[in-house]
């Protein structure tokens, strides 16, 4: 029960932590205030009015007792602002350090699976090719069923290869390309990938871009994977690829669940996923997303979120002038 409730609870606990620290402050300020005037008043009271000096020392003391509460004010609030500043930025770090944590151990658990399923469904595949003579059509489907299975332990390890290089400042090498060619290409193998998926595809021709070819075909491939994966059966993904205003833009849609606006941005986080490894069926790591983003801020393009017009998502990636000296 703590475990799962494990960032609420230190949230409750360090924000009453915090109001105490600061309850305290105010207490202290009153029993100083208090203080000086009793310590103000005990010296006002021993003065002797027939002094000459009388009103030069009573008014010595007003201004005294007005000093010190001048003082207490001045350094609670340095203290509090100090305290407050300190205490958001000690929050903050261990909240990202409590979710970072909790997405690497789904990470963990997810890649556990995503290896491990590939690997038996492959292994499972050529033991039954080994010991049966099959018939060439039940043949061919089961070398299909090896070799997709094949593509997803491959994708996996270019993205688990690719965001450690990206964050290890990955020079981007930037040449002109066919992006419709690249588009086509990439598309042209989800279609024999999935022959029963239908597909809405509209790719303007000879769309140039000055890109890493490596690292956009990573960031196509991983859009049209989530848009498979998240539509349902018989349901229509979409590739649209135009030029308008010199710019480029590619939608690639679905017609799944959707994604909540307040989840918009954070799917774009690395390891984060929507729902918690016990809950959600789809596969993935939590990588993907993160990686389209990161490739697309190194291309000086724009990656967002909207709705479907019928139902799911559409991810529109918008590339900037296409200039060599970008």
Not at 240 to 269: A, C, H, M, W
Request: net charge positive; proline share 2%.
């Amino acid at each position: 029960m703590f475990k799962k409730n494990r960032l609420a609870i230190i949230t409750i606990v360090y924000w009453f932590l915090l109001l105490y620290v600061i309850a305290a402050m105010v207490f202290w300020y009153t029993e100083l205030e208090k203080q000086n005037k009793q310590m103000i008043n005990h010296q006002l009271s021993e003065l002797k009015l027939d002094d000459p000096a009388f009103n030069d020392r009573y008014d010595a003391l007003l201004s005294e007792q007005k000093r010190k509460s001048a003082q207490y004010i001045y350094e609670g609030v340095t203290f509090l602002a100090l305290i407050l500043s300190v205490s958001v930025f000690v929050y903050r770090a261990v909240r990202r350090q409590i979710t970072l944590g909790e997405q690497q151990k789904n990470f963990m658990m997810a890649i556990t699976h995503e290896l491990k399923t590939p690997i038996a469904i492959t292994k499972l595949n050529l033991e039954t090719l080994q010991k049966h003579q099959l018939d060439e059509g039940r043949r061919q489907k089961l070398i299909q069923m090896t070799l997709q299975e094949a593509d997803r332990l491959n994708t996996l390890a270019s993205n688990i290869l690719v965001s450690s290089q990206l964050e290890q400042q990955r020079a981007v090498i930037r040449e002109e390309l066919d992006f419709s060619d690249l588009i086509k290409s990439c598309v042209s193998d989800f279609m024999n990938r999935f022959p029963d998926r239908s597909w809405n595809i509209s790719i303007n021709p000879e769309c140039e871009l000055l890109g890493d070819a490596f690292l956009l075909q990573i960031l196509v491939n991983n859009l049209l994977e989530n848009a498979v994966k998240y539509s349902p059966p018989g349901s229509t993904v979409g590739c649209l690829l135009y030029e308008e205003n010199d710019r480029l833009t590619l939608k690639i849609s679905d017609q799944g669940s959707g994604i909540p606006d307040s989840e918009k941005k954070k799917v774009f986080q690395k390891f984060y996923r929507i729902g918690s490894e016990q809950t959600r069926s789809a596969k993935g790591t939590g990588l993907g997303l993160y990686l389209c983003k990161k490739i697309a801020d190194d291309h000086k393009a724009s990656l967002r979120i909207e709705n479907n017009d019928s139902r799911g998502s559409v991810f529109i990636v918008r590339f900037e002038k296409r200039r060599k000296d970008a």
